[in-house]
Structures are given as structure tokens and as C-alpha cells.
């Protein structure tokens, strides 16, 4: 029987957590609303394309929404009175300094845990959720391995489609061949992607540029890190809020370990470049831009992707295109 | 001289000013001349109409001499302390400790309006990247950079989580930029759930207790970094005699809004209502004085009420107005049209509730927090709202987008939806720039509009 699907995008909702209870996790990739359900004027069109998404989602059980930016913490409201799927707002702390955001955190996770339960699924022995914790972990570290055998959009679509479709839908199979690494070495960092954004990643390539280091919320940075089973033996469930409670992002305050972790990636992958992928109304990343600019010594190209595109606009492709060649 | 209440001009006020000096005006020491204040770049202030008492004079001064207060306070030795975003609960902490002045910088959002851009706080902000797709908030980055206003507190505390996303985006770049800011999390204020013990907030609504306790292991760390600032132990008697401190300008606030509100004719206008709403959130940098001008004002229209005297037509239709509006100018712009303010939601609701005096000091700030309506999700808030069209017979509702604000966009239509579910009322959004100037014709053509159908309800 094909278990019951839950289905969210905040990468601070453990897939773990959600598999554990017995239920399918799925951290969908929207496609850009083009005739938006709500029509809201002034939202970020991630927002609107997630809204889109969910309330006409036939396959889902319940959608998770999650606190880190306004806007989808007031979508909720929209979710919830648009369609009759039932909704589960959790609470990611923006502060993280102190143990109390920490713990705020864990128990968000047992309030999810219940809400699960209402669903139908089960609260998971230890040693269950340890097993898939560990399924998760190897999965995670096999795909990490996988960047130098293929190319930026392969990469970033594996991750992509693990987190949406789970780890039978990757394709596992390397190819005989490395691609070929030449290219302008490039780092893009921002918000999620939607389905349409991915092509971006064949279209730098083809300028002349090679995406080495996906640090959206849908890339590689919205991968929380390898868990230490040894650390908390007895309570896999700790072990697993404090791993995904340390994701770096732009909504947490301070938000230094977000430029923390970035400092050691791009210097790792040797950027030469970085495009800052935003949306139009997203204040979170909009406000980094002059600070990222003054931050690092690479050159920035911001690109803030307005309504509800299809695809890149003309502008967007001639902007990257420029920018690489200015690289080169 | 005509001494009936009235909303007059600055001008006008000039020479009424006088009049009140012979007939033996009592001021204090910030009082003098309303119009002198335009000398300080406040331009805005001559395209106001005001009250003219006596009353509404001292609120006008107090008001605006603020910075002064607070580069007063700093001259003589006294700790600033900028908290930011909770909008009324971090301050009763502060106030319950002496030597200690504290303020929003987030009030720097009015100074475009008021010195009508002449500041330059909106350049500042775009030179920083923070353009004007952001609320106007993002003015405060450019006082602290300009340091042209009030004076750079001590210690920055400012509430995140759930709070709107400009806000948390602009003190972050505030924080970077060099002026580091003691962040503390507010989270988003849930329905307890059927397993979960529920606390009743003020205000209406409850959270589950976990979140008070929470919220309380916050203040807790809040109080830490006030007693380090300034060398004083903040026990709870202290802050229970602060909490009684801020209760007595929340009682007079609400009797103030309850006489105004529900008069049949409307005693006072909105511009100074909407003042004296304000001076509850950190009391204009002077507690015992702000208990002193809300006195004046709540004194000034029991009289007019007793009196039977208004400043407005007495058909004026009854309007629920919710967000605090960018420019001042349009509230005489509602009246113009024909309304007037019965009621009133300017984010900081919860800042006008009466905090619970039979709980323990900290417990009780954190109910108060967590009862802030921007934290909750906007179909309580819409709640919260009805609750009060009905108190105060409002019979339109005005729904006042802030351009650029993360939660305007999604709001309105939660909002909007939620009251028409629950009342018959008309609801009509409109967004006000800090100039409103070049919309003043769309502006009045919408609210004439909203007025015209009310008054036609009314006749069926």
C-alpha cells in the first residue's frame, strides 16, 4: 500500500521525523504560479507558487508550513482556509544561541510527532527512527559524493528530487565519465528554487560558467549534516533537532553562521563568482545583497526574479550570461 | 477668540497660543509654541489640523521634544536602552529599573513623514540596499547612521520570530553594521492544543503555557542584560511596581479610547488619539509625564462630553481603523471625507491591555508578549478586531496597508474575510506612502466612497 504523503519545503522539517511516523516525506519543488489560486499583490512569488501547489495538491495528506519567514508563516491562514488539507505550523526558532532555542525546537518536533499521530501514524521506537536516521544518512552521503561525477544540474536535481521523491527515485548509476570541469567556477546562494529555475543551471554552463557550489535552500545548504549516532545513544530524537537545527540561513539572528559557513564552502570550491538567486519581496535575502557585497571579494550578480515567471525572463539570461563572461 | 473645540491649522495655533498665555496657560518646561517644532525640519506639521486645547498642545510638545528628552537622559547619566519590535512589553522592564531611558528606534518610521523626506533617512537606507521595497521602517538604518536624531542606545534589544520580516531583515544589517543587538525570540502564538494546558491572555485568546514559559526563559535573559547594563538587581518587586506604573497609563488610555470612542459626537480627532495611543508603547521616554498629559487629554473630553461639544459632524460615520498609517495627514483626510475614529488596531494592541497584576511580574510580561497580534495568526487578530467593532459600534472598517510591510500583502484578505464573516460592516484597504500627497485624490475619492455607502447602510 502506498503510504500517505507529507508534504512541505522548509528544510528545517526533518524528513526523517515524518518517514519515522510511517508517512511518505516529500519537500516539493512548486512551479511558478502563473495564474496564482489567491492572487496576492506584494507576495513573494516562492510563496505563491508553494499556496498554488498545496491547494491543488490531490496526492498530499497534510501540508507542513513552517515559521522562518513571514510571509509563509501568514500563507498559513491562506492554506488552511483555502483547502480542507490539514496543516501543521511549526515554529523554527530564529534565535539559536541559547539552549532554550534549541530545546524550543525539540519539542516543536514532539508537537509534530503528535500531530502525525492524528493522521494515522505511529510514534517510532528509537531504534526505529535510528534505523532511518541512518537510511537518511547514507543516502545523504552518497549524493554528496555523487557532485564530482556530474554536472551542476544533475547535482542539484539530485538533491532536489531525493528530498521530494526519496531515495528511489535517484538514480544511483555514475557515469563512466567525469563531466568535464572546465568553466568559470560559480556559487549561487539564496531562497528555494522552483521547478522552472533549474534549467539555470545548463544555461550558465553553456555561457561558459559551472555551478560548483548550490547553496539555495534547495541545494546543498538545505542539507542539514551527518548525524553523530554516538553523540545522543539514547535519544536519536535530539540527536536528530540538534543536526537540523544547525542549517545555516538568512532568517536566523545573528545570522553569522550563514556567512561562517559560507566563507569555508567557497574558499573549498574555489568561487569565483556568486549569484544571489531572490525573490521579489523576499526582505530576508534582499537586505544581504549590499551586505554579501561588502562581505566577500567576488563579484555578486543579483538577481531578483519578479512575478510569477515561467521560466528566465530575457533579462535574467542576458545578466548571467554577462556576468560569466566578465569572469572569464 | 472662539475656545469651542476645534481642529485648527499650525498657523492658527500660533495665535491661539497666545490667547491660552493670557489667559494664564500652565505649561511645562518642553511646552512653547507648536509651530516652533517646524523650525527643527518638521515640515509635516503645517499641513496638519489640530486640536486645539490646551491638552492636545502638551501632548503635541511632548511628543516632539522626545529626542531632546532622550539626549537629555544621556547627558545626565542615565543608560538608553533601544528595544525594538515587541512594541510595549521590554520597556515595563526597562522603566522598572532607575536610571534608565527606554525607546523604539522603530519610531523613526514617521520621520520621513513628518520632516517630509527633508531628513534623508530614506537615502541613507537605499545607500545600504535597503530600497523602497521595504516597509518605511527601514528609516531607522538611517538614523543611527546619520546619528541626527536620537541618541545611540547603549544596548539593543529586539524581539524575533514572529515578527514581520522587513523588521528582522533591517535590525540585522543594524546588528552587522556594527551597533550589536541582544536578540530574543517571540514565537508564533498557537491555539493551545486539547492535551495542553491554556493560559487566557489580556486581550482575549489564549497560548498553551508551554510558550509563557518559554517566553518567560526569554524575559529572564532580557533581565540579565538590563541589570548588567546598569548595575541594578531588577527584583520582582521592582517590576510588579513597574507593571502598576504601566497599568496606570494603559487605565488612562482606555478610559480615554472608551469617552472618545463611544461619544455621540467625537470629542477629539484622530491624529490625537492616534499620539496618546503611542505613548503607551515606551511612554515618549518619560512614565510619570506621559500619566500626566494622558490625564489632560482624558480630562479635556469628559468635559466636552459633558458639554456636549465635538470637533466633528455629528453624523460622522463610526470607522474602525487598523495599522498605524504612514502619513499623519490622511487621518484629517478621513475626517474631511466625513468619518471619524471609533476603534482603533495599530499593531500594538496588546500594549494598551491592562498586564495581569495576580500572576508573578515575569509571568505576567510574558502573557502580554505572546498577546501582541502580530505574533498570532491575522484570523485572531481579525477576531480581536470584531470583538472591538462590536465594543465600540464602528461601523466601517479601514484597513491601512504599510507599502513594502511582509505581512500587509497577506493580511488584508484574511482580515477582510474574517470580519465580513462575522459582521456587516464595509471594509475598504488602502495603502498610504509616508507623503501621501500626489494620491490625495484617489485617497479621498476611495474614502468618500466607503463613507457614502456607510451613511446608505445606515438609511435601510
Known amino acids: ?76 491562514d491562506i492554506v488552511t482556509s483555502s483547502c480542507k488539507l490539514p496543516g501543521f505550523l511549526m515554529n523554527i526558532p530564529s534565535t539559536w544561541q541559547h539552549v532554550g532555542a534549541q530545546k524550543l525546537y525539540l519539542e516543536e518536533l514532539k508537537r509534530f510527532g503528535r500531530f502525525l499521530v492524528t493522521l494515522g501514524g505511529k510514534t517510532p521506537s528509537n531504534k526505529f527512527l535510528t534505523e532511518i536516521m541512518l537510511e537518511y544518512n547514507n543516502a545523504r552521503s552518497s549524493i554528496l559524493a555523487m557532485r564530482k561525477y556530474l554536472t551542476s544540474s544533475q547535482y542539484s536535481q539530485t538533491i532536489a528530487t531525493f528530498n521530494r521523491d526519496g531515495k528511489e527515485a535517484v538514480s544511483w548509476t555514475l557515469p563512466k565519465d ?25 544555461e550558465i554552463e553553456n555561457y561558459g560558467g559551472r555551478i560548483v557550489l548550490d547553496a539555495t535552500e534547495t541545494g546543498e545548504r538545505g542539507i542539514c549534516g551527518h548525524f553523530d549516532m554516538d553523540k545522543h545513544q539514547d535519544d536519536p530524537l535530539r540527536e536528530l533537532a540538534d543536526t537540523y537545527f544547525c542549517i545555516p540561513d538568512v532568517f536566523r539572528r545573528p545570522n553569522n553562521r550563514l556567512y561562517d559557513w559560507l566563507k569555508e564552502q567557497l574558499a573549498n570550491r574555489e568561487v569565483r563568482g556568486i549569484i544571489l538567486w531572490r525573490y521579489m519581496w523576499c526582505d530576508m535575502w534582499h537586505a544581504e545583497v549590499h551586505r554579501l557585497k561588502k562581505w566577500t571579494e567576488l563579484p555578486v550578480l543579483d538577481i531578483d526574479v519578479n512575478a510569477n515567471e515561467k521560466g528566465l525572463s530575457v533579462r535574467t539570461h542576458l545578466r548571467i550570461q554577462a556576468f560569466v563572461e566578465m569572469l572569464q | 477668540m472662539n475656545n469651542d473645540p476645534r481642529q485648527i491649522t499650525l498657523t492658527e495655533w500660533d495665535e491661539h497660543y497666545e490667547h491660552l498665555q493670557k489667559k494664564g496657560l500652565r505649561e511645562p518646561d518642553y511646552g512653547g509654541v507648536l509651530s516652533r517644532h517646524v523650525g527643527d525640519g518638521n515640515k509635516r506639521l503645517l499641513k496638519l489640523r489640530y486640536d486645539n486645547s490646551a491638552a492636545a498642545l502638551r501632548l503635541w510638545n511632548f511628543l516632539l521634544t522626545e529626542e531632546k528628552r532622550l539626549h537629555q537622559a544621556r547627558a545626565e547619566g542615565k543608560k538608553i536602552v533601544g528595544v525594538m519590535k ?133 524575559f529572564k535573559r532580557i533581565k540579565v542584560v538590563l541589570e548588567e547594563l546598569t548595575g541594578q538587581y531588577l527584583n520582582a518587586e521592582k517590576l510588579s511596581a513597574g507593571i502598576k506604573k504601566a497599568n496606570q497609563v494603559r487605565r488612562c488610555l482606555a478610559e480615554l479610547r472608551n469617552i472618545v470612542f463611544t461619544a455621540k459626537l467625537c470629542p477629539i480627532g484622530a491624529i490625537e488619539m492616534l499620539v496618546a495611543e503611542m505613548l503607551a508603547i515606551h511612554f515618549c521616554s518619560d512614565q510619570n509625564e506621559t500619566i500626566i498629559v494622558l490625564t489632560e487629554l482624558v480630562n479635556e473630553v469628559k468635559s466636552r462630553v459633558q458639554f456636549g461639544k465635538g470637533v466633528l459632524n455629528a453624523d460622522a460615520v463610526k470607522v474602525f481603523w487598523i495599522n498605524p498609517v504612514a502619513d499623519l495627514q490622511v487621518m484629517n483626510l478621513l475626517e474631511d471625507c466625513g468619518g471619524r475614529i471609533c476603534g482603533t488596531e495599530y499593531l500594538f494592541s496588546h500594549a494598551l491591555d491592562l498586564i495581569p497584576e495576580n500572576v508573578p511580574a515575569i509571568e505576567a510580561l510574558a502573557m502580554m508578549a505572546l498577546a501582541d497580534p502580530m505574533v498570532g495568526s491575522s484570523v485572531d487578530r481579525a477576531e480581536r478586531i470584531c470583538a472591538d467593532i462590536r465594543r465600540f459600534g464602528s461601523e466601517a472598517v479601514l484597513i491601512s496597508r504599510i507599502p513594502g510591510a511582509s505581512h500587509c500583502a497577506l493580511e488584508g484578505k484574511v482580515i477582510t474575510e474574517a470580519i465580513h464573516a462575522m459582521l456587516e460592516v464595509s471594509v475598504l484597504e488602502i495603502e498610504v506612502p509616508p507623503v501621501s500627497d500626489s494620491i490625495h485624490p484617489t485617497l479621498c475619492t476611495r474614502l468618500e466612497a466607503l463613507i457614502e455607502t456607510t451613511k446608505r447602510r445606515r438609511t435601510k
Not at chain 1, 531562497?191 to 539555470?200: A, I, Q, R
Open chain 1, 1 to 76: 500500500m502506498k503510504k500517505k504523503t507529507i508534504i512541505y519545503t522548509c528544510p528545517y522539517v526533518p524528513a526523517e521525523w515524518i518517514a519515522a511516523h510511517g508517512f511518505c516525506p516529500s519537500r516539493i519543488i512548486p512551479k511558478a504560479a502563473g495564474n496564482p489560486i489567491v492572487p496576492m499583490e506584494g507576495v513573494c512569488p516562492y510563496v505563491q507558487a508553494f499556496v498554488n501547489q498545496v491547494t491543488t495538491s490531490r496526492e498530499a495528506t497534510a501540508v507542513v508550513m513552517t515559521t522562518v519567514c513571514d510571509q509563509m508563516r501568514r500563507a498559513f
Open chain 1, 178 to 202: 567525469k563531466p568535464p570541469m572546465a568553466g568559470t567556477s560559480l556559487a549561487i546562494i539564496g531562497g528555494p528554487l522552483l521547478e522552472e529555475s533549474f534549467s539555470l543551471f545548463d
Open chain 2, 86 to 218: 515587541d512594541l510595549g512589553t521590554v520597556p515595563v522592564m526597562a522603566y522598572s529599573l532607575d536610571n534608565v531611558a527606554a525607546f523604539y528606534p522603530d519610531g523613526a518610521w514617521w520621520i520621513p513623514c513628518v520632516m517630509e523626506f527633508g531628513a534623508g533617512l530614506l537615502e541613507v537606507a537605499d545607500s545600504l540596499g535597503i530600497d523602497e521595497s521595504f516597509c518605511p521602517v527601514r528609516a531607522m538604518l538611517g538614523a543611527f547612521i546619520t546619528e541626527s536624531h536620537f541618541p545611540i542606545p547603549d544596548k539593543l534589544i529586539c524581539s524575533v520570530g514572529a515578527t514581520c520580516d522587513d523588521f528582522s531583515a533591517i535590525a540585522q544589517r543594524l546588528d552587522a553594521l556594527g551597533y550589536p543587538i541582544m536578540w530574543w525570540e517571540i514565537p508564533h502564538r498557537r491555539k493551545p492544543e486539547s492535551d495542553e494546558t491554556a493560559v487566557k491572555l489580556p486581550g482575549g485568546g489564549a497560548a498553551p503555557k508551554s510558550q509563557i514559559e518559554f517566553v518567560m526563559s526569554e
